[in-house]
């Protein structure tokens, strides 16, 4: 036959990735809706993303439970009734929770929007928070943090972010208090403030009728203005001590190694640290994952991330290895990082990296689902999706030199915090 | 409805062929029939090992993650009782690269001593992370043999004992490799937007030459009807007591499979389903309860595990999931309630099948269970249930006779 085991294929380089622009609306009370209709599966998501600082809540743990709690009951329908109706239907939500917001989606079958549609307004405008429902989940959320409080992951976690934001209120971790101090009011409250059309963005992705927008104006577009969060707290701080937790008996050690970065989304340094990311520890293949699982086998995992948000950017390294590893590892992690500044990326890694880089971003691009995800994120941030014809021209450009410049610049082994947490 | 091709190579590879014009992915998946059933009782843990070992070098190519990133893809794997399931994703553009590659760690895995060693380290590594140094991880160690007592599910994926991973040597694994990798062991499905002509030309081109292996012909003791009601009590450091109850299942391929896993749904899917809605929210007994099968091709288990709350003992726990079979098996279930299970059925198979990698594996696992065809008649199998079938499954399984018990108790600080 024609053709040789030993020859890889010929390749195509990817230099252009379609991200269909959204449509995008102004429903009545101003709530700007961004709607991908795309893609051949009858099946729609709505998602209301609130920009709700958790530091406006009594404690941390105030705006966690209003997003898990929401959709419980109404104001005339009892505990459970809304979640029945529905599942009824074959619908579902999800709330989602990060530093910054709260978001709450519903997903249904395109045929049963106009069932569903009333339900979700319901849910997101009329919620309340009854107390002896309130109560039980306070009950088991607090169970379930004790036990997470058993895992290493956690609380190398906790330490981690406990020295990387020092008194700001990302670093505002849920204590065991807080679950007996929160109440049913203080969930209201925080509700009918922040769960407002001056906090509230709209996203729908799928297969629908453009009469849904007229939908969700006379049910969304009711929405009251409310008051507007203030997520403008930045975060400017840099601890680069090493921390230890204690773990008796713990078989592996939780690691974390990172820092707080300085630099602008979106910007072409941005997006060269994403690039350098991507080398150290941003894919399978790389140096953190071929070095210390690949060549030593201390690990199931390890990975690094550069991690954007309103009032940071975070670059961290994270992995559990085992107990008897732990120091070898933290050397290779710090040799690793030092790397970067010390030499050049060779020709033939950087291509990969790249052309990896290249089909993750097609990847992100496949679907209205996926799109709607990928809109979110970078337009939180004030960005569109011409972010990512940026990101790609950037990875077709950049070379080992301006990556090793980049290194010094941001990455230097003695600007890392490290925290550990483990069987000392 | 999913349209599908499929053909078959002289050497017996299985190929599966799924148009989707609306993605610049392509999907492709390759499925080997094998598992952790088909390992020796004294070495469990192998068939997943394995997978570790086929992603490190074949004959021609040093290392199979480097090329398919270089070519903008991505791959991972993952092994159960049942089967070992290869899966890349990549531009359509570079499909071939995936062939390549695929083709040649079946043709010849390049057995480098330095992969095997390091995998058994990451395998372990792999063992304490999820199964030894998290609370309650150890619960299917301990679950699995107490509910089969001949049937190799007896044992989970990663092994009985990190010792088994220890042990394995290098004769082990070539041994492995050709009594199980095999062309006529695998079932490949690609799916994106591709021509069946291009997929046929590929696979002749890659996988053609790869030679027939010797069939493996699986002989498992099926496991003997429980008879007998079993409880094993344990004590471990963790905060609260866990409780696990286990029925015996039908198996996949037949009707009742489809029947217990709407069983499941009822009692368990959503926060409206009934053990949620009793015994957390209106009765709060537990902390957390829920109610799964574990989808396994022979015959599985039906599972009910719970956290029972403070001052709620683990008998107690039991006496109410019980009281809740009790009312499965004696009353029928609401119109209403089966209808809700039923639409929800439906709306997560849309929602499935909006992954060209989701439909890719789906095929070819269908197509392992029987037939590719069954995806489109999966749904369908659920609608025609019955609220009869409903408590006829129910009193069959939920029997005394037929449950293991494992009391998982928070020791005393």
């Known amino acids: 036959m024609d053709f040789s085991r030993a020859n890889a294929p010929a390749i195509k380089t990817i230099s252009k990735v379609n991200f269909p622009a959204p449509k995008t609306y102004h429903l009545d009370n101003g709530i700007e809706v961004n709607t991908f209709n795309l893609g051949s599966q009858e099946a729609v998501q709505i998602e209301l993303v609130f920009s709700v600082s958790r530091n406006e809540g009594k404690n941390p743990l105030v705006a966690k439970a209003v997003n898990e709690i929401i959709g419980e009951a109404s104001s005339t329908k009892g505990p459970g009734v809304l979640n029945e109706a529905i599942d009824f239907h074959g619908a579902f939500l999800e709330s989602t929770y990060s530093i910054d917001h709260s978001s709450v989606s519903l997903f249904t079958l395109t045929k049963k929007i106009d069932d569903v549609l009333p339900l979700f307004q319901e849910v997101v405008l009329d919620a309340v928070f009854p107390k002896r429902e309130v109560d039980i989940y306070l009950t088991n959320a607090k169970q379930k943090f004790i036990v997470n409080q058993e895992k290493v992951d956690t609380l190398v976690r906790r330490l981690y972010s406990q020295h990387l934001y020092g008194d700001h209120y990302y670093a505002g971790r849920t204590e065991l208090n807080h679950y007996d101090e929160v109440s049913s009011e203080d969930l209201s409250e925080f509700y009918s403030k922040y769960y407002t059309a001056s906090n509230c963005k709209i996203i729908v992705s799928g297969k629908f009728d453009d009469s849904l927008i007229e939908a969700l104006n006379k049910s969304i577009g009711k929405m009251p203005i409310g008051i507007k969060s203030d997520l403008n707290h930045p975060v400017s701080r840099s601890d680069n001590g090493k921390y230890f937790h204690e773990k008796k008996g713990a078989i592996q050690s939780g690691i974390r190694v990172g820092k707080i970065l300085d630099v602008k989304y979106g910007s072409d340094e941005y997006f060269k640290l994403k690039i350098l990311n991507t080398v150290l520890g941003g894919y399978f293949g790389s140096r953190l994952m071929s070095n210390i699982r690949e060549d030593k086998g201390y690990t199931y995992g390890i990975g690094s991330n550069i991690s954007f948000m309103k009032n940071a950017c975070t670059f961290n390294i994270a992995t559990e290895v085992g107990a008897d590893v732990t120091k070898e590892t933290l050397k290779e992690i710090y040799l690793e990082i030092g790397k970067l500044s010390d030499e050049k990326i060779s020709e033939d890694e950087l291509s990969v990296v790249k052309n990896y880089l290249l089909g993750s971003i097609l990847k992100a691009s496949d679907g209205a689902f996926s799109l709607a995800q990928q809109f979110k994120g970078v337009s939180f941030l004030g960005e569109n999706l011409t972010f990512f014809q940026r990101y790609i021209n950037v990875i077709g450009s950049v070379t080992s030199d301006e990556l090793q410049q980049i290194a010094k610049t941001y990455l230097n082994n003695a600007t890392m915090l490290e925290a550990v947490a483990g069987n000392g | ?413």
């Open chain 2, 1 to 413: 409805m999913i349209e599908y091709n499929k053909f078959q190579l002289a050497n017996g590879l299985t190929v599966i062929h799924h148009k989707d014009d609306s993605t610049p992915i392509v999907a492709f998946n390759i499925l080997y029939d094998v598992g952790a059933k088909d390992e020796d009782p004294d070495k469990t843990g192998f068939a997943h090992l394995f997978e570790h070992l086929m992603f490190g070098g074949s004959s021609n190519i040093e290392n199979f993650d480097t090329p398919l990133q270089m070519a903008g893809g991505q791959s991972n794997a993952f092994t159960s009782n049942d089967i070992t399931n290869y899966y890349s994703t990549l531009p359509k553009d570079n499909l071939e690269t995936a062939f390549w590659l695929d083709s040649d760690r079946l043709n010849q895995l390049a057995f480098t001593p330095k992969s095997l060693e390091v995998q058994r380290s990451v395998v372990i590594e792999e063992f304490k992370q999820r199964y030894l140094n998290q609370p309650y991880g150890d619960v299917w160690l301990l679950l699995r043999p107490l509910a089969y007592k001949v049937h190799p599910y007896q044992w989970a994926t990663i092994g009985k004992e990190i010792k088994h991973i220890e042990d394995a040597t290098m004769d082990d694994v070539k041994a492995f490799f050709y009594k199980h990798y095999g062309p006529q062991n695998a079932i490949l499905c690609v799916a994106g937007d591709i021509e069946v002509e291009e997929v046929k030309l590929l696979s002749e081109k890659w996988f053609g030459s790869i030679d027939t292996r010797e069939k493996y012909v699986r002989k498992l003791e099926e496991e003997p009807i429980q008879n007998e009601y079993r409880e094993l009590t344990v004590e471990r450091d963790v905060p609260n007591d866990a409780l696990y109850m286990a029925f015996h299942m039908p198996e996949r391929r037949s009707k009742d499979y489809y029947v217990a896993d709407l069983i499941s749904d009822v009692l368990s899917r959503g926060q409206s389903a009934r053990l949620y809605k009793e015994y957390v929210m209106e009765n709060p007994k537990f902390n957390d309860i829920h109610a799964y099968v574990s989808g396994s091709m022979e015959k599985g288990l039906f599972v009910f595990s719970g956290n029972p709350a403070e001052n709620v003992s683990l008998q107690e726990a039991q006496d109410l999931i019980w009281k809740s079979i009790e009312r499965i098996t004696s009353e029928l279930v609401s119109e209403r309630e089966l209808e809700k299970v039923k639409n929800k059925v439906e709306s997560s198979n849309v929602f499935g099948e909006m992954s060209v990698l989701n439909k890719a594996m789906s095929l070819s696992f269908y197509e392992l269970l029987g037939d590719a065809s069954m995806i489109n008649e999966e749904v369908d199998k659920y609608l025609s249930i019955t609220q009869k079938d409903v408590q006829r499954v129910a009193k069959f399984m939920f029997r005394k006779e037929n449950c293991s018990v494992l009391n998982y108790k928070a020791k005393q600080k």
